[in-house]
């Protein structure tokens, strides 16, 4: 009898907070809503559970490891890439829509931009690669697609309280000075992973941009007033609706980190590396893009590498390949065309937080767990003709 009664006094404490809004236990901020995190959701970036200094904590965003991408959820995408309104992302680069008339729906339709987004990071997770990416690249807009909704949520939240004030600290993550403006200062790096040690500078997550090179200080500071204006998240499914957010040849740059590895044979159409999908990656990338990969699970590795390298839309790049990026230019990267020491630097830089920086590599490494990374070109249509033997090569002295 005392149980009953008990059950039913915790019940009406329970059903009297939620009446009144507030938490049932205050310890503790409440979870996020569960508030439906789509595509053009102004709510997504409102904020939910946060800390003191508007920092999320991760312990408040209940989510599982991974979310079935053939299942059907139900996710907002818009109609084509020139339908979708980033203003809601990127509120700095792009204004709201204006509807033709007073209580209209606003058409969106094609505009002219001056911006466009990049860089997409396929799964983003926890958001460690983009944080760490944005103030790398201040001039480049990039996008993180996470089909978990409070995962989702969790990313939206942080880049809000980044937003707000750029110099966050992140609770989960107390040991990392975040990047401001010129001047900050970097924290000292744990030791690189078993696989591949190396006697280069470590990357900071939010790695204050100088570091020796010949000699001489190379200053990648974010400039004064950044405020983590260039990167955004959504909620979707880039295994179903990619095209419908980029248009043909917009991406300079997709990263494919840590995925599902999907063991079960039965699975191993929902992987998100295959042939199939490899035509979609190539058409939102453009030539001269870059594709990168990471796992820690070999098998899942050689899935990747194989079907990649069977696509002759893609070639591997070699290790020196990798080391000598950004010498030329970037890369194809708009507003980030420096060249020399300084665009390698930057790239160098790129790959160690794809190496690294993410919460996934981090538990890898805490694991002692061995990873292994690919990065692919994405070839011209006269290169991959040529490359498939559809198109005969003639030498000018041949002619």
Sequence with gaps: MANTKAKRKAKAALAAAAASGTPSDPSGPPAPASTPSTAQDPALLAGAATTENGMPRKRFYRQRAHANPLSIHHLDYPTAPDQMDWSIHYPTYFSPPISPSSGSVPLLGPRPRAK????????????????????????????????????????????????????SVDPDRPDEVPVTSAGSTEKAEPEEDGERRSKKPKLGDQQVASSEQGGKEIDLSPPQGYAYGNVSVLRGNAMKFLPNFFEKGQLSKMFFLFPDPHFKARKHKARIISPTLLAEYAFVLRPGGLLYTITDVPALHTWMTSHLASCPM????????????????????EGELEGGERGRERERRLMEAVRRRTEEGKKVERNKGVKEWSVWRRL?????????GLVQVVDDDEE
């Excluded at 997770?125 to 989702?152: C, H, K, N, W, Y």
């Excluded at 080391?323 to 990267?333: I, K, N, R």
Aim: contains cysteine; charged residues 25%.
């Design 116 to 167: 466009r987004v990049e860089f997409a990071d396929i799964g983003c997770g926890f958001g460690g690669l983009l944080i760490s990416l944005a103030p790398l690249f201040p001039d480049t807009l990039m996008l993180g697609m996470e089909i978990r909704t409070q995962v989702t949520q969790y990313v939206a939240d942080k880049i809000k309280a980044l937003r707000l004030n750029p110099g």
């Design 380 to 388: 011209t249509d006269q290169e991959a003709l040529e490359r498939k």
């Design 314 to 333: 893609f070639l591997r790049l070699t290790e020196d390949e990798i080391s000598s990026l950004g010498s030329e230019g970037g890369e194809g990267v």
